[in-house]
C-alpha cells in the first residue's frame, strides 16, 4: 500500500523501509518533514513472509511440470522420427541398423512417458500455459535430448566413440557438416540418417511438431527453437506453408540431381536434402570433386540460395509478388556480399571454385571443391565474414543473419548522426518490422554475446597450438554452423566438446542455452 501511495501521490519524496526492533516501519521524508509509520509487526511479517514463500513454491513446481509436460509431448513426437530409417534398413539389408533405431527411438519415447508420468497430468493443450523463458528451457533439453540419444544409431553399430557418434549427430541437427566419419565404411542407412536429421533440424522438431502429428500450438516454443517469420496469421498455418515449400524444393532437387546431373536417386536425395538443409553433408569421401560435374554444382548452388533466402521470400515469389521480392532488404543485401565475396577471391581462385566456395560459406552450407586448409590467411579471413554474417532471417542457414546486420549497421549510422544532431530520433524498420530502441538494444547484445563467445572458443583451439586464422575460421564456421573445416583432427576431446557446444549455440541461438545452464546452475534457495 505504501508504494501504490508513494507512486500515485508523493513523486518528490523519498521513502526508506527499515527493519527495527519492532518491525517494518516505512519512512517518509519530504525534506521538511520526516514520519516514520510501522506497517507490520514481526509476526505479521513472519505470516506473510510464509504466505509468499508457499506462492512462490507453487510457482516453481507449476513451472517444472509445465516445462517436463511440454517437453514429452516434443519427445514423443521425436521418437517418431527414428522410425524412418527402419524400412530402409531392412531394404539396404543392413539388419544391425533396424535393431538400433528401434532402441533409440524407444528410449525416447520411455523418457517422454517417465516425464507424463512425473507430472501426472493429462491435459495436453499447453498454449495458454507455458511461457517464452520456459519454452527456451523446453527447446534446449529437447534438442540436448535428441541430439545424445541420436548419437545411438552410429555408436552401437561400431562407427566410432560416444563424443564422436554425439559430434556427428549435433553437427547434423544443427545444419552444420561437420563429419568425424568416413562415409565409404558408414551403412547407406547411417548416411540417409544423417541427411534426415540435417533436414529436419534446417526448419527444427517443434516446427515439425506443430505442423505433425501433435497439435503443441505454442507460439512462444516456435519462438524459442528460432521460427521468426509468421506467413500467415495463424502459426499452425505459417509452419504447413514453410514445409511444403521446404518438400517441394526436396523433391526438384532431387529430381534435378538425378535427371541433369545424372547421379543415382539415393546420392540425389540426400544431397538435396543436405543443401536445401545448408548441411553440407557428402555421401562419399571424394566429395564434391569427386564428381567433375559442372552440373552438380551449378544445381546445388541454386538450392543453397534457396535454403538460405527466408521463407517469407518464397512465399512471396509462389504468390506472384515478384516486385516486393526486390524491394526485401535481405534479399538486396545477401546478394551484395556475395559480388564483394566473388570479387574478393577473384584475383586468386578459378572463377567456378570461387563462387561455389564463397556461396558455400556465405549459405552456411558448407560444400567443398577446394582445400581451403591451403589457402592464404587473406582469402580465410573472406570466407570467415562470410559465414559469420550467414543468410536470410526465417531461413535454414545459420550466422549472425543478414536481418541483425542490418539493425546494427543502421544502429552503428544512427549514433554517429546523433553526435551532429543531438535531438534526432530515427525509427528502425526492417522488411516491415519497426524495431525500438529496446529492440536494437537486445539485437546488439545478442550480436556482442555471439562475439565474445567465440573469441573464447577461438582461444581454446589456439591454446591447444593451432594458428590464430586456423582456429578462428574453425570456431566460426562452428558457430554459423557452417561446416567449412581447416583442422583435419582434434588434438583433445576438449575440443570436439568445445565444438559441439559452439554448433548447439550457434543453432539455438545462444539465449535457450544461457537460460537452460541458469536454470541448472540457480542456487536451490532462489
Known amino acids: 500500500v505504501g508504494s501504490e501511495m508513494c507512486i500515485r501521490d508523493s513523486p518528490y519524496h523519498s521513502y526508506q523501509v527499515v527493519l527495527n526492533r519492532g518491525g517494518v516501519s516505512l519512512i517518509i521524508d519530504s525534506g521538511l518533514v520526516r514520519n516514520s509509520r510501522q506497517i507490520w509487526d514481526f509476526g505479521e511479517l513472519v505470516s ?33 522420427i527414428f522410425l524412418i530409417p527402419i524400412p530402409f534398413s531392412i531394404i539396404f539389408h543392413e539388419e544391425k541398423c533396424f535393431f538400433v533405431f528401434i532402441v533409440s527411438g524407444g528410449i525416447i519415447f520411455l523418457i517422454s512417458r517417465l516425464f507424463l508420468i512425473f507430472v501426472r497430468k493429462k491435459k495436453k493443450n499447453l498454449d495458454d500455459e507455458i511461457t517464452f523463458a520456459e519454452s527456451l528451457v523446453v527447446v534446449a533439453l529437447l534438442w540436448l535430448i535428441v541430439t545424445l540419444i541420436s548419437a545411438l544409431p552410429f555408436f552401437l553399430t561400431g562407427q566410432g566413440s560416444y563424443l564422436d557418434s554425439w559430434y556427428e549427430t549435433m553437427s547434423a541437427w544443427t545444419t552444420t557438416g561437420f563429419s568425424l566419419f568416413n562415409p565409404d565404411v558408414l551403412p547407406k542407412t547411417l548416411i540417409l540418417w544423417r541427411s534426415l536429421m540435417a533436414f529436419i533440424g534446417g526448419i527444427g522438431i517443434v516446427s515439425l511438431a506443430i505442423g505433425g502429428l501433435i497439435r503443441v500450438g505454442s507460439t512462444s516454443l516456435a519462438r524459442a527453437e528460432g521460427f521468426s517469420q509468421k506467413i500467415r496469421p495463424n502459426i499452425l498455418n505459417s509452419v504447413k506453408v514453410i514445409w511444403k515449400i521446404y518438400l517441394f524444393f526436396l523433391v526438384l532437387g532431387t529430381l534435378a540431381l538425378t535427371f541433369i546431373a545424372k547421379i543415382d536417386l539415393f546420392r540425389s536425395f540426400n544431397y538435396a536434402a543436405v543443401a536445401i538443409s545448408t548441411a553440407g553433408f557428402t555421401t562419399d569421401s571424394f566429395g564434391i570433386i569427386g564428381f567433375h560435374s559442372l552440373s552438380l554444382e551449378i544445381i546445388l548452388v541454386v538450392l543453397m540460395i534457396l535454403g538460405a533466402t527466408s521463407f517469407y521470400t518464397h512465399h512471396l515469389f509462389f504468390s506472384g509478388k515478384i516486385k516486393k521480392i526486390f524491394r526485401s532488404q535481405q534479399f538486396r543485401l545477401f546478394f551484395i556480399l ?59 542457414a545459420g550466422g549472425l543473419k543478414l536481418s541483425r546486420m542490418i539493425i546494427v549497421s543502421r544502429a552503428i549510422i ?3 548522426r546523433k553526435i551532429f ?56 564456421s562452428a558457430m554459423a554452423t557452417t561446416g567449412l573445416s581447416v583442422i583435419s583432427n582434434y588434438r583433445s576431446p576438449i575440443l570436439k566438446l568445445t565444438i559441439i557446444f559452439d554448433m548447439f549455440l550457434g543453432r539455438l541461438e545462444i539465449w535457450a542455452i544461457i537460460i537452460l545452464i541458469i536454470s541448472i546452475f540457480k542456487r536451490k534457495e532462489d
Open 338 to 396: 556475395l559480388i564483394i565475396g566473388i570479387a574478393g577471391l577473384l584475383p586468386l581462385y578459378p572463377f567456378r571454385k570461387n563462387i561455389f566456395q564463397v556461396v558455400s560459406a556465405l549459405t552456411t552450407s558448407g560444400f567443398n571443391t577446394a582445400k581451403i586448409s591451403y589457402w592464404d590467411n587473406f582469402s580465410k579471413s573472406i570466407l570467415i565474414f562470410l559465414m559469420l554474417i550467414g543468410g536470410a532471417s526465417g531461413s535454414t
Open 414 to 416: 544512427t549514433e554517429i
Open 48 to 80: 506473510v513472509c510464509k504466505e509468499w514463500k508457499k506462492i512462490i513454491n507453487y510457482v516453481k513446481r507449476k513451472r517444472k511440470k509445465r516445462i517436463l509436460k511440454s517437453l514429452a509431448y516434443l519427445l514423443k513426437f521425436a521418437s517418431l
Open 421 to 476: 544532431q543531438p535531438h534526432l530520433v530515427i525509427v528502425q524498420k526492417v522488411e516491415g518490422t519497426i524495431y525500438r530502441h529496446n529492440e536494437v538494444n537486445a539485437v546488439l547484445k545478442f550480436v556482442l554475446l555471439f562475439l565474445i563467445i567465440l573469441g573464447f572458443s577461438t582461444l581454446v583451439f589456439i591454446a591447444y597450438g593451432y594458428p590464430p586464422i586456423n582456429s578462428l575460421f574453425q570456431t566460426t
